[in-house]
């Protein structure tokens, strides 16, 4: 499949914001008094353009950049769920569009957390990514649950609902790829409830000690990955192919083993490096 992430078309042109609230969780050149920014962009369509996002360092091969992540939210019942903030109409050129996005103070800077952070490799036309879809946030164990590579989850039901519960054994977890105690994985989809396998958006969930020690440390990870926690949008950022933890003995050629490997052209990712980076997101097809 062809990577359209790689090749945006770029053109100047305005966003104005609705609302002075939500204007200012937008990133990029806010005029003082007026919510308006100022954005270098792609076409018309339902939001993108240039996105700071943070996501899974790429440490080898062919991606251009790293795999996103989702920042996670635990609910009062522990289940994990996506963080989808509430949507807000937004205008460009005279198209009006939703957007969902929030803000985090990260050591005295603010980080804008967008949902266009995964409008790539066509999941800006899924349904799920719209920011006023049906969908709910919470993250549901993939169809396909792959219980040769993690057998613990042989004992789930094929999209339910992820709770903090069933990774109780996250500390010491292993297969045999890697070493063991380094992160409890699942394969899982979010906001793809109702919709075609090809709309389903996937999702790789990492529980680990790693990620508990560096909250420690990093206000961003604190925030953004509870109870050691961690979520990325599972698609490559080189030719959109899914990737994998732990799943593939060839990825230790790599030193991949105990990270995530794209075999399609080998592209190793580390869940342990949460970095920022800069991409061109793509516009969703207009809104209705
Ligand atoms: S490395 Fe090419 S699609 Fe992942």
Request: glycine content about 10%; some cysteine; proline content about 7%.
């Amino acid at each position: 499949m062809a990577n359209d992430d790689n090749y945006p078309v770029e053109s100047d042109r305005r966003r104005f914001v609705k609302g002075v609230v939500g204007g200012a969780a937008l990133s990029g050149l806010l005029t003082v008094g007026a919510v308006s920014v100022t954005l270098t962009t792609t076409p018309s369509g339902g939001g993108g353009g240039t996105m700071d996002y943070r996501g899974a360092a790429r440490e080898l091969g062919p991606a251009p950049r790293g795999l996103p992540q989702i920042p996670i939210e635990i609910d009062d019942d522990g289940y994990v769920q996506g963080m989808w903030p509430e949507p807000e109409t937004v205008e460009e050129g005279g198209v009006e569009f939703e957007v969902s996005q929030t803000e985090f103070e990260v050591d005295g800077e603010t980080v804008t957390y967008s949902t266009e952070w995964f409008q790539y490799c066509g999941l800006q036309t899924f349904d799920g990514i719209r920011p006023d879809a049906d969908q709910d946030a919470y993250l549901r164990y993939d169809e396909a649950v792959p219980t040769n590579d993690y057998p613990w989850m042989e004992n789930i039901s094929p999209g339910s609902q992820i709770h903090v519960d069933d990774f109780e054994d996250y500390e010491d977890w292993g297969n045999d790829v890697g070493d063991a105690g380094i992160g409890q994985p699942a394969t899982a989809t979010w906001r793809s409830q109702d919709v075609p396998p090809e709309q389903k958006i996937p999702v790789l969930l990492i529980r680990s000690e790693e990620i508990e020690a560096m909250a420690e440390e990093d206000e961003w990870i604190a925030q953004t990955c509870p109870e050691g926690f961690v979520a990325f949008i599972n698609k490559c950022t080189h030719f959109c192919c899914v990737p994998g933890y732990k799943r593939l003995g060839e990825s230790a050629n790599y030193d991949a083993e105990n990270k995530i490997y794209c075999n399609c052209h080998q592209s190793v990712y580390n869940p342990f490096n949460i970095i920022e980076e800069r991409f061109v997101s793509l516009p969703r097809p207009e809104d209705d």
